[in-house]
């Protein structure tokens, strides 16, 4: 097994992704892949495009890493990292595409704050998309999709567009979801200015 790609954590420059790619595709990057079921898929799909995920439960950067290497998915590298941290060290507009689907509820009202999508990660992401470059959201918790929403709405640098059901997650969480009768939600919002 190779070992998950490891960058110097200094600031990036522009122009860095060639150097963890060997290409000039455009980068998605996918927030909290979990397995990584999503990523194989995605990557897959999507050959002229890279995909750098990053997972901040090391077991999980750990299985995906060994998906990646099972399926030689030459397109994708994961990162065992907090996403609000890796995106810090990326300069503004250096990013293709973001993923966030299903990030972790944490249910209880007390826990809420402890949840990937506040409005400072949504600047965060923002800062670090390039113009016309879009966030795809799916969450399968009502109250948590409405938040983000509100927050992805809210800045005025992202405007909704039509979300492409070929870019949706078919994971486990989405199966779990889909076999409970919960309904799974999908946004896409584009950088506009
Ligand atoms: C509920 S799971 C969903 C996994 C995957 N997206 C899927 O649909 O199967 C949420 C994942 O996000 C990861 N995660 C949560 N907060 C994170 C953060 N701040 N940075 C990176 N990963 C995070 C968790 O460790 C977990 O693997």
């Known amino acids: 097994m190779t070992a998950h790609y490891q960058p110097d954590w200094s600031p990036l420059q522009p122009g860095f992704w060639p150097d963890v790619f060997g290409n000039e595709h455009p980068v998605a990057i996918e927030v909290g892949p979990g397995l990584g079921e999503f990523l194989q898929a995605i990557s897959q799909a999507e050959p002229t495009w ?107 640098d992202l405007s909704e567009v039509p979300t492409s059901p070929e870019l949706l997650a078919t994971t486990s969480f989405a199966r779990k979801a889909a076999a409970r009768g919960w309904k799974i939600s999908a946004s896409s919002h584009r950088k506009i200015r």
């Open 50 to 156: 890279n995909f750098f995920a990053v997972e901040q439960d090391g077991k999980r950067a750990t299985a995906v890493q060994r998906r990646i290497d099972r399926h030689q998915l030459i397109n994708a590298r994961v990162v065992w990292a907090p996403a609000e941290y890796v995106l810090s060290l990326l300069p503004g507009a250096s990013v293709d595409r973001f993923h966030i689907q299903f990030p972790d509820p944490w249910w209880k009202r007390r826990h809420h704050r402890r949840r990937l999508m506040t409005r400072a990660f949504v600047a965060e992401l923002r800062r670090t998309l390039k113009m016309e470059s879009t966030i795809e959201f799916v969450s399968d918790v009502e109250d948590y999709f409405a938040m983000a929403q509100e927050l992805l709405n809210a800045d005025p």
